[in-house]
């Protein structure tokens, strides 16, 4: 590998990336920031391991973490069971997330963690949807 390559497990299991081969090969090892270090290699390069060789999505959780990711697996499911449900109803197609799935998906997340939110009363959703007050 060239001097600078980074390194990142974007697998399924931690044992992608041979750390101890790594570390059998380096001279030092430094932390750069959280979630990656430096390897200073014996012939002079530098390699930089991105969150510990764990699976990058979950371990460093900067772009999908698994607080996330199980919102995106639950409308996934919930989406499979809609198209299951609906089989030979639906023509060959790309289909959004019924908006229903998305909401409640939604929901259950925001109450598990122990968030709730306000529901609009009839006069408030009267309002809200009609152009005849306000500005």
Known sequence: MPSGAILANSGHFNVEIDIPALEALSSGRRTIRPFV????????????????????????????????MDMSFANQALSVEYLVKNRGKLTPGVYNVPRETDEEVGRLKLESMGIHIDTLTPEQRRYQESWEEGT
Do not use: C, M, T
């Open 37 to 68: 270090e430096e390897f200073q290699l014996r012939d002079g390069r530098k390699l930089y391991l991105l969150a510990e060789g764990r699976l990058i999505n979950l371990a460093a959780a900067e772009g999908h973490p698994s607080a996330v």
